[in-house]
Nanobody, 126 residues
Framework: QMQLVESGGGLVRAGGSLRLSCAASGRPFSSYAMGWFRQAPGKEREFVAAISWSGGSTNYADSVKGRFTISRDNAKNTVYLQINTLKPEDTAVYYC???????????????????WGQGTLVTVSS
């Protein structure tokens, strides 16, 4: 079973940037697609971004395209989420998740994923 640990969240002013990290252990990292979700208070968990096992393919929620960048370093068993031009509506707990099967596919529905980190809180002040 893979374990995921997120870090990098914090309090930032609107317009600022953060880089979130997700360190993986316990399972061959490089074979699995990875992704990020977020959950704002009182709202359902939503897909943010995903990256294929090789890093060659990425996809994003429309709400974050052009501001967020997902990347991975398979040598370090880590996936990153670079967040630029932060907005107050980006305030949420950000979760890292791993696909359940090897390959490039990563579901956008959080209910289809079972491997999660504990989350890291991002708070954006206006």
């Amino acid at each position: 079973q893979m374990q995921l640990v997120e870090s990098g969240g914090g309090l930032v002013r609107a317009g600022g940037s953060l880089r979130l990290s997700c360190a993986a252990s316990g399972r061959p990292f490089s074979s699995y697609a990875m992704g990020w979700f977020r959950q704002a208070p009182g709202k359902e968990r939503e897909f943010v971004a995903a990256i294929s096992w090789s890093g060659g393919s990425t996809n994003y929620a429309d709400s974050v395209k052009g501001r967020f960048t997902i990347s991975r370093d398979n040598a370090k068993n880590t996936v990153y989420l670079q967040i630029n031009t932060l907005k107050p509506e980006d305030t949420a707990v950000y979760y890292c998740a791993a696909s359940t099967q090897p390959g490039a596919y990563f579901p956008r529905n959080y209910k289809n994923l079972t491997i999660w980190g504990q989350g890291t809180l991002v708070t954006v002040s206006s």
